[in-house]
């Protein structure tokens, strides 16, 4: 997807964002910081980006790479928007009706009317044919 002429690309990133450089041949990623560092522009290279949290707002973190010509002349720039969405199981592993995230009683489970941990109740019937 980079245009013709590129030979480089730099990549600028927002606090929220992750960005590994993935370069074929070399085992391990690159970390990206957002200073914006050129690497060169090589078939095979992969540009991985993640966020550890949920955002607070929607496209409130990006992700711009730019690319270069020869001798360092920008030749144009493709972003991303990015919105991390949180997504959470919980259990009320006391069943007192409450879910607390802290429980200590979510890495175990005990039997009867004084029982902790999870119960999970699945529906495999056919509802819908």
């Not at 391990?28 to 095979?44: K, N, Q």
């Not at 990006?62 to 020869?70: D, H, L, N, P, R």
């Not at 009320?92 to 409450?98: I, L, N, Q, S």
Request: with cysteine.
């Amino acid at each position: 997807a980079a245009p013709a002429g590129a030979v480089a690309f730099g990549v600028k990133h927002t606090e929220g964002v992750s960005v590994d450089v993935l370069f074929r041949g070399r085992a391990e990623p690159e970390a990206v910081s957002s200073t914006g560092t050129r690497w060169p522009l090589d078939e095979g290279t992969v540009l991985r980006f993640s966020m550890s949290r949920a955002s607070s707002e929607v496209n409130d973190n990006k992700v711009t790479v730019s690319f270069y010509a020869e001798g360092g002349k920008p030749i144009n720039q493709a972003g991303v928007f990015l919105t991390g969405v949180g997504i959470s199981l919980d259990v009320d592993a006391d069943r007192d009706g409450v879910v607390e995230k802290s429980s200590p009683n979510k890495a175990s489970w005990a039997w009867g009317p004084e029982g902790h941990g999870a119960i999970l109740l699945v529906s495999c019937d056919k509802e819908f044919p």
